[in-house]
């Protein structure tokens, strides 16, 4: 009696990565509000001046962060689904 092919235990590597890279983005925004808000627990003897240089600092390193991620879920996309902007083929084309 032949067995059915067992399918993988794991994901494919490619496909867990953008799976969590999609993990990564919708998290980054609850990491990025965190730490604007982190300034508010700092004791009062802190400096305006530092406190600005912090949120201008997290608010560059959230924009790198997105646009590396971004850049990744883009590269990381199959290669068998056809481009949005491509027609799909025709019956001659088959």
């Known amino acids: 009696m032949k067995r059915p092919?067992?399918?993988?235990?794991?994901?494919?590597?490619?496909?867990?990565?953008?799976?969590?890279?999609?993990?990564?983005?919708?998290?980054?925004?609850?990491?990025?509000?965190?730490?604007?808000?982190?300034?508010?627990?700092?004791?009062?003897s802190a400096r305006t001046g530092s406190g600005a240089i912090y949120l201008f600092a997290v608010w560059a390193g959230l924009i790198i962060a997105v646009s590396l991620i971004s850049r990744r879920l883009v590269d990381s996309e199959p290669e068998d689904t056809p481009p949005d902007h491509l027609p799909p083929p025709g019956p001659d084309e088959g």
């Open 5 to 44: 092919p067992l399918e993988p235990l794991f994901l494919a590597r490619q496909s867990y990565r953008r799976r969590r890279l999609g993990d990564a983005a919708r998290l980054l925004p609850i990491v990025g509000a965190a730490l604007f808000l982190l300034p508010i627990l700092w004791s009062s």
